[in-house]
């Protein structure tokens, strides 16, 4: 009889430590769905194009509607409305589809939209119409630099980076 006490006892702790030890373990966290990117693309694109400081910068004119659609864009974009930001700029690239900048800022929301081989495509046409120098390049070839390490190829992303390294023209020193 001692030892089915015996047993009945080891069986009794042994289901108190396991009941004590599913309390004692805290569920695991919910997934957040507001969970920020580990890295924002775009951001970065901006930020290469705002460090550039070639000493040739092209800024040509623009088209006052184009300018508007591009600023309206740029609030829609500001507001997170990425998709609408895409619709006014497709509309000023129907009024000036040769616009390495709307043609680049276009290439940015397809970014934000998930639309990698699009950006892509964008951000090369860009570069081929625009002035090869200066903040915009910048934008470019960090498009390019991004979207070639989001999809995983080193290789093209160091040959991006080279490219981009072409995209500032030093000054002549000047005592």
Partial sequence: MSYLVKAARRGALLVAVTLFAGCATPPPPAPSRAAAPAHDMVAAIRAAGDRESSVIAVNPLGD???????????????????????AKLDQALKLSPDSPALLQDRAEIAIRLGDFGGAEKLAHRSWSLGPKLGPLCARNWQTIVELRLHAGDEAGAATARKWLAQCHKAGVPRY
């Fill in 64 to 86: 006052p509607g184009v300018t508007g659609l591009q600023d309206a864009a740029r609030a829609d974009a500001n507001a997170g409305r990425y998709a609408d930001a895409g």
